[in-house]
């Protein structure tokens, strides 16, 4: 298994410009997330999903947009860059029963760097 | 969801036991305590969690107050490795949130 895998590693934007951050779980895990941490400071929850076809705002969720198509892709889209923006972006996944209030661990992608100046 | 109070940074020598503390004081009943790392600026990653016992595995301990509104991170023979932020985290629901965690500092 590959696990969690975010593309692209890094990306430098211009204020303005758009683009996607993809993840894709190989795990068959229903439940995905977007975090995002700025330097120095702990990770805030952008957006989550808690399985196909349906997605959650989170702490941050402005100036950000999802979809969850299938079990195992969940992009982000920024559509109007903005150098608050600036931040290392990382996905997650875990397998959970809404029935039970155990989480089973997250498992995080290697995060994409993101530059917008 | 409770929220966690962690102190941000904590030193420990080399070769010594790490405690990271942990508040959880308005925890519920059937709420589980996680605990996560991250090293340097890659994706955090899993240590242990515990509900009302105390947890040990091949990474460490977790010890938690017979009243759940604490909890205690042990790495029981720190080394340079170890050097990272450590984030607990107490939520049952969707929304899994992260505090700042405690960056700890193993020293030689």
């Known amino acids: 298994n590959a696990g969690v895998t975010q593309t692209p590693k890094f990306r430098i934007l211009k204020i303005g410009q758009s683009m996607t951050l993809q993840c894709t779980q190989d795990?068959?895990?229903?439940?995905m997330y977007w975090y995002r941490q700025d330097p120095g400071m702990g990770l805030k929850l952008i957006y989550y999903s808690v399985g196909a076809g349906i997605t959650d705002k989170g702490e941050v969720p402005n100036g950000y947009n999802v979809s969850r198509s299938t079990t195992e892709d969940f992009p982000l889209r920024l559509e109007l860059a903005a150098p608050s923006q600036t931040s290392v972006y990382f996905c997650a996944s875990t397998n959970r029963d809404p029935t039970h209030r155990y989480n089973s661990p997250l498992h995080f992608g290697n995060g994409t760097r993101l530059t917008v100046t | 969801d409770a929220k966690t109070t962690q102190p941000p940074s904590m030193d420990c020598a080399e070769g010594r036991a790490a405690n990271l503390p942990c508040n959880h004081s308005t925890i519920s009943g059937n709420e589980y305590v996680y605990w996560y790392r991250q090293i340097h600026s890659q994706g955090p990653q899993y240590i242990i969690h515990g509900l009302k016992n105390n947890e040990t595995n091949e990474m460490a301990s977790l010890i938690i107050t017979e009243d759940r509104k604490s909890s205690t991170l042990i790495l029981p023979h720190a080394t340079l490795r170890d050097t990272a932020v450590y984030y607990c985290i107490v939520n049952a629901g969707n929304m899994l949130t992260f505090g700042g965690g405690t960056r700890l500092m193993v020293k030689p």
């Open positions: 795990m068959n895990h229903n439940y």
